[in-house]
């Protein structure tokens, strides 16, 4: 898949949060909570989304201005096995995963919002499998 | 001896104690502050013990009883207090003894003017409480804001001056306990939207008003409106204690006790 | 229908708070339930509801869990010998004199330590190991970060907690699960994932000498085989010593299916006394 190809993904994903998902992705998954830059880095390419209240406002391919707020950052093989298990505390454990996602951002953001970047990461694998 | 069972009340499984005291004396109620549980009233249990049968339970999503459907709290002042009316119910409690604390203080006048009781005690307590802000509210279930370390000041200066360090600590681990969309439920929803006063002559039962005099967030000025209120109450005592504050039955349950005690003794003479 | 009732018992100066479902005494033994990281005593209440009419079955909420009381200065209990003491204080305090200890997850590490250490009738171990050994990785930071006023851990703890679900537990047991992580206490689930995540006790465990059930929901993937594997390997004294798998069952497996690990414990005990 290109980049361009991977970028509409995550419109597609886009609509999804904003959408069908939303109920959901706000209330049960914290979503309401989050405004800021969510980044996921795939081979590395970034590729950031801008929230506002859990409302997906934007996304683009590159780094947020202001640096990374939070996200996950792996290569193809990694992107690969956690759209395969959809297992976010799995893919993101440094105790059960030989080769876990890396966190962007600092410790504290990535634990305050938990909830929201592991489901924004399995409507990602929906997005961009089903 | 305080023990515990469980009860279903409207579907929900409620976690209720008793003392075992003597329920031919008469039966004590109590409710109790926003977010707590009934161990709040273990002091006075064991103090009355060879008095009157002592009953706490946990509200839905406190303490040990399990929560609404989709885990979920009660938020109204309606609805919280009549479920509390279901409970008496279910349990067959008849002719109570109401005493509150705080939320609780607020629900005993609530409940006299619904449901037969024998008097009400009300402790922290007021008919008439907007006194959350939205910001609050809003951070006492979120993310980013752990209510067990966000609420620790505001309750620390809520403790009595005369109070033991025992009593203080489990009234700051009551804190470090908090459930935090339970806490917004009882503290946003119920507390802050509670207003009964246009009811407040239905109360004919004896009611006592206690406030504690190191708290900040009861004035005297606040308790006259309600006092004045309490125009039909049969036998109306106001009492302000020294060395205490807003926890009342746990900062000095003896205290508490012996003042309720007398209280219904003077009442009921 | 069990009569599940409670009460409190001093148990080393701590206002300890334990239930029972008042069932018979059986000749096998009492079993003795110790609950999962930063939870409490209901989490028996489907197998305390199992056994009403076969065994007598007593959970109590650890120090600073629960109705229990904290430890002095507001705190839970931090290691392994401490836990085994408090444990085995309790048992005695009750007058317990054939204790079958069960437990999940951290307690389902720490019944190897009191197999190990006391003298039990019996243990269950459910989705324990005898080893974990992850406060030095990162790891440690998420821990840490259960006792921050930044972080609500009834909040960031939610997915990691709806992962260990298994696929076929029934939506009463999903959210009770879920309703246990709203509940949670920071520093006290710190305290225990601490102790949990530097755990082991693999050198002695030639030492159980008891009948030993090990339980996996297979559906936990926070609690592989190899752990299993370790403790069979060093379990070389046990006189009976089963492992068993359950399919579609995570980590909370007796709040999830009772009814299998009720038949699991009973079977396995029929069969230890034979």
């Known amino acids: 898949m290109t980049n361009e190809e991977k970028l509409q993904k995550f419109k597609a994903l886009q609509e999804l949060i904003n959408g069908p998902e939303a109920d959901e992705f706000l209330n049960y998954w914290d979503g309401r909570f989050f405004t800021g830059d969510m980044t996921f880095i795939m081979d590395n390419v970034p590729f950031n989304m801008f929230f506002y209240k859990g409302k997906m406002i934007d996304v683009f391919i590159g780094q947020p201005s202001n640096g990374y707020n939070v996200g996950i950052s792996g290569d193809a093989e990694q992107w690969n096995a956690f759209f395969e298990h959809r297992n976010f505390q799995l893919a993101t454990s440094v105790k059960h995963c030989d080769r876990p996602f890396t966190n962007l951002g600092s410790a504290l953001a990535n634990r305050q919002n938990n909830a929201v970047i592991a489901q924004v990461a399995r409507l990602t694998a929906k997005a961009f499998c089903d | 001896m305080i023990t515990s069972r469980y009860v279903s009340v409207n579907g929900v499984t409620i976690f209720v104690e008793t003392n075992n005291g003597p329920r031919e004396e008469g039966v004590m109620c109590c409710f109790g502050s926003a977010g707590r549980e009934t161990r709040q009233f273990h002091g006075m249990m064991d103090a009355l013990e060879d008095k009157l049968e002592v009953i706490a339970f946990d509200m839905p999503g406190h303490g040990k009883s399990w929560p609404l459907e989709g885990l979920k709290c009660l938020d109204t002042p309606t609805s919280y207090c009549e479920f509390i009316i279901d409970v008496f119910k279910e349990l067959n409690i ?9 939320l609780g203080g607020n629900v005993c ?59 203080r600590d489990f009234i700051l681990w009551g804190v470090m306990t908090e459930i935090g969309r339970v806490k917004r439920a009882d503290y946003g929803g119920v507390y802050n939207g509670f207003d009964v006063r246009e009811d407040m002559k239905k109360i004919t039962c004896p009611a006592l008003v206690i406030r504690g005099a190191d708290d900040w967030s009861e004035s005297e000025e606040m308790h006259k409106p309600v006092l004045e209120r309490l125009s039909n109450s049969s036998h109306l005592e106001y009492q302000v204690l020294p060395g205490i504050s807003h926890y009342n039955p746990q900062e000095d349950p003896e205290l508490i006790s012996n003042v309720i005690l007398k209280f219904l003794k003077d009442a009921e003479a | 229908m069990a009569n599940i009732t409670g009460t409190y018992i001093d148990v080393k100066g701590i206002k300890t708070y334990y239930e029972t479902n008042n069932g018979p005494k059986n000749p096998h033994g009492t079993l003795v339930c110790l609950h999962t990281a930063g939870r409490e005593g209901r989490q028996y209440h489907g197998l305390m509801e199992y056994f009403a009419d076969k065994y007598t079955v007593v959970a109590f909420d650890m120090p600073a869990h629960g109705k229990s009381w904290p430890l002095p200065g507001l705190t839970g209990i931090k290691t392994k010998e401490e836990y085994g003491e408090f444990t085995w ?42 080893q974990i050994l992850a406060m030095q990785t990162s790891y440690g930071t998420t821990v840490d970060l259960l006792d921050n006023p930044y972080v609500s851990c009834q909040h960031s703890h939610w997915d990691f907690s709806e992962s260990l679900i298994g696929r076929y537990a029934p939506k009463e047991a999903h959210d009770h699960i879920m309703w246990g992580v709203c509940q949670e206490i920071g520093r006290t689930k710190k305290c225990d994932l601490s102790l949990y995540n530097n755990y082991d006790v693999t050198g002695d465990l030639d030492k159980i000498t008891c009948p030993s059930l090990l339980i996996r929901g297979t559906d936990d993937w926070n609690v592989p085989d190899h752990y299993y594997e370790t403790a069979i390997k060093g379990m070389v004294n046990c006189p009976k010593l089963e492992w068993k798998k359950v399919e579609g069952y995570g980590h909370f497996i007796a709040v999830e299916a009772p009814e299998i690990v009720g038949e699991l414990i009973d079977n396995f005990l029929n069969e230890a006394n034979a």
């Open chain 2, 94 to 102: 008849e002719n109570p003894i109401c005493i509150g604390c705080a």
């Open chain 2, 109 to 167: 006048f609530y409940l006299a003017q619904h449901y037969p009781v024998r008097a009400i005690v009300s402790m922290a307590g007021t008919d008439y409480s907007p006194f959350v802000s939205q910001a609050v509210i809003d951070n006492l279930d979120h993310p980013y804001a752990s209510v067990q370390h966000t609420h620790i000041d505001f309750t620390d200066s809520l403790i009595g001056s005369n109070v033991s360090k025992e009593n």
């Open chain 3, 89 to 130: 204080a309790f048992i005695q305090a009750l007058g317990i004199e054939d204790p079958i200890v069960v437990g999940c997850s951290v307690a389902g590490n720490m019944v190897y330590y009191l197999a190990e250490n006391y003298p039990v009738r019996a243990m269950v171990s459910m989705q324990g190991s005898p």
